[in-house]
T-cell receptor
Framework: GESVGLHLPTLSVQEGDNSIINCAYSNSASDYFIWYKQESGKGPQFIIDIRSNMDKRQGQRVTVLLNKTVKHLSLQIAATQPGDSAVYFCAEIANSGYSTLTFGKGTMLLVSP | DTEVTQTPKHLVMGMTNKKSLKCEQH?????MYWYKQKAKKPPELMFV???????INESVPSRFSPECPNSSLLNLHLHALQPEDSALYLC?????????????FGPGTRLTVL
């Protein structure tokens, strides 16, 4: 079946750098995407979302970009901090009416002080 | 209150035991979910409840039995589990049909089946 995937399993950056986490999706019918952060021993935490009628959305230190032409999603974290170290999942909402999420494989972000 | 709580935090059980996982939310959400997450893998959907009715069962074995006693509570009853069922079990909730689709997750129950 169709799935959401990521290019990089682990990303190591220095504190203060900008981080970019990528995600490829294959279901062209998906109209809503979410980035979640999961710290060790915790459940996924909502970071930012974007609808398919947008190509960019900004939050506090985070930006999500959506390129529907190539079915690509990215999460940019500005001035990465050690507290940003976690696994990041992209997820798409299936157009089912029940908001069922399909998660990508995840990227581990490691931030060195 | 924007929190989903889950109990217990950790559970160790034998293959012949019967146990239950509990999930609670007081955000007025009408959709609740159970996910299973293995180490270094994304969460996988198990069940969806919408307005206290089971709406999706992702072909989960019958040794997992969900229950939604009311709009705030979601249980997962476990019986005759296998060691491969050891995982982090996550509960989530969202507003429900027509509302924001964002799902709020609990911290999970770490289950070990011996």
């Amino acid at each position: 079946g169709e799935s959401v995937g990521l290019h990089l399993p682990t990303l190591s950056v220095q504190e203060g750098d900008n981080s970019i986490i990528n995600c490829a999706y294959s279901n062209s019918a998906s109209d809503y995407f979410i980035w979640y952060k999961q710290e060790s021993g915790k459940g996924p935490q909502f970071i930012i979302d974007i609808r398919s009628n947008m190509d960019k959305r900004q939050g506090q230190r985070v930006t999500v970009l959506l390129n529907k032409t190539v079915k690509h999603l990215s999460l940019q974290i500005a001035a990465t901090q050690p507290g940003d170290s976690a696994v990041y999942f992209c997820a798409e909402i299936a157009n089912s009416g029940y908001s069922t999420l399909t998660f990508g494989k995840g990227t581990m972000l490691l931030v060195s002080p | 209150d924007t929190e989903v709580t889950q109990t217990p935090k950790h559970l160790v059980m034998g293959m012949t035991n019967k146990k239950s996982l509990k999930c609670e939310q007081h955000m007025g959400h009408r959709a609740m979910y159970w996910y299973k997450q293995k180490a270094k893998k994304p969460p996988e959907l198990m069940f969806v409840y919408s307005y206290e009715k089971l709406s999706i069962n992702e072909s989960v074995p019958s040794r997992f039995s969900p229950e939604c006693p009311n709009s705030s509570l979601l249980n997962l009853h476990l019986h005759a589990l296998q060691p491969e069922d050891s995982a982090l079990y996550l509960c989530a909730s969202s507003q429900g049909a027509g509302g924001p689709v964002e799902q709020f997750f609990g911290p999970g129950t770490r289950l070990t089946v011996l």
